[in-house]
């Protein structure tokens, strides 16, 4: 027998024991940061995650590397975030890693509809099909969302790795304790400005304003600065309702979104909704809106 077939055959052997007595970690890959929190929550150090888009990077229009896509040969499984790049990647690795599972954690959440403004009529080139819908994917930036999503997490894990189920089963619940008081603390510290506006650059706080009764309001829409009528409109909106502050997001430029604030005699502050220190990150932006300012 050659050394060769002797490797076949270990292999063969190998990839038909069941997957809890691999001593090794899943190995799990997510879209967006905070998606590698909430697996680690789940999953402990039974999983080993692996980030598609990384810090300051730009969800909607990123390409995984080659070293990513060769990576993904060993991955147990892929959590889609629902970013705009997957649409286009996740078919392309479904094809190459036919084996691979993929969990869309969001399944069975309803989905809000990115926000649209008058000004984003002037950007839609005859090219562009105007009835296109497009669905707002930063559904983790409501914490009882985030509950739901890490339920679907911890069932999948289970399901791939039965010897630790009940941890995950455990872990999950300590975590959904966690995400519940921190929404109960939104709650409260947001309940002055309730009803309020807040301007962001990159409409990524919807499900975060509906969760907290809140209003965003956007200067970019699919990707795209307003053209200078779009400004006017918004500069006029933002004085009507007396905002000060605008939400930037280190991912995308903050050019046109100084440009207002220099208009309204305002000021700009980052808030990143990719943070992977979930909890505290939520805790920066109610800080940022109940004062308009986190420093
Ligand atoms: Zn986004």
């Given at each position: 027998?050659?050394?060769?077939?002797?490797?076949?055959?270990?292999?063969?052997?190998?990839?038909?024991?069941?997957?809890?007595?691999?001593?090794?970690?899943?190995?799990?890959?997510?879209?967006?940061?905070?998606?590698?929190?909430?697996?680690?929550?789940?999953?402990?150090?039974?999983?080993?995650?692996?980030?598609?888009?990384?810090?300051?990077?730009?969800?909607?229009?990123?390409?995984?590397?080659?070293?990513?896509?060769?990576?993904?040969?060993?991955?147990?499984?892929?959590?889609?975030?629902?970013?705009?790049?997957?649409?286009?990647?996740?078919?392309?690795?479904?094809?190459?890693?036919?084996?691979?599972?993929?969990?869309?954690?969001?399944?069975?959440?309803?989905?809000?509809i990115m926000v649209a403004h008058e000004h984003e009529h002037e950007q839609h080139s005859t090219s562009e099909n105007p009835h296109k819908k497009e669905l707002d994917p930063h559904v983790w930036t409501d914490p009882r969302l985030v509950i739901r999503i890490s339920k679907a997490i911890q069932k999948r894990l289970a399901l791939l790795d039965p010897a630790h189920a009940q941890e995950y089963a455990d872990r999950y619940a300590t975590f959904k304790a966690e995400l519940s008081s921190l929404?109960?603390?939104?709650?409260?510290?947001?309940?002055?400005?309730?009803?309020?506006s807040f301007l962001v650059f990159h409409p990524a706080w919807g499900y975060f304003a509906q969760a907290y009764g809140l209003h965003q309001v956007a200067i970019e829409y699919e990707g795209k600065s307003p053209g200078p009528k779009g400004l006017a409109a918004l500069i006029d909106q933002a004085r009507a309702l007396d905002i000060h502050t605008i939400f930037v997001q280190p991912q995308f430029s903050r050019q046109a979104a100084a440009k207002v604030a220099q208009t309204i005699q305002g000021q700009v502050v980052a808030l990143n909704p990719l943070a992977m220190d979930y909890a505290a990150n939520l805790r920066r932006v109610a800080d940022a809106l109940v004062g308009e300012a986190p420093q």
């Open positions: 027998m050659t050394l060769n077939l002797i490797k076949r055959l270990l292999l063969a052997v190998l990839t038909l024991l069941p997957l809890s007595l691999w001593a090794e970690p899943l190995m799990v890959f997510v879209g967006v940061p905070p998606q590698k929190t909430f697996v680690e929550k789940v999953g402990g150090n039974h999983v080993q995650v692996r980030v598609m888009v990384g810090l300051g990077q730009n969800p909607h229009s990123y390409e995984p590397s080659p070293r990513q896509i060769a990576d993904l040969s060993q991955a147990q499984l892929y959590v889609l975030s629902g970013a705009d790049f997957e649409a286009a990647w996740v078919p392309k690795i479904q094809a190459m890693y036919p084996k691979l599972p993929i969990l869309d954690p969001n399944v069975g959440i309803s989905r809000l929404d109960e603390e939104l709650r409260q510290r947001l309940a002055p400005v309730k009803g309020h």
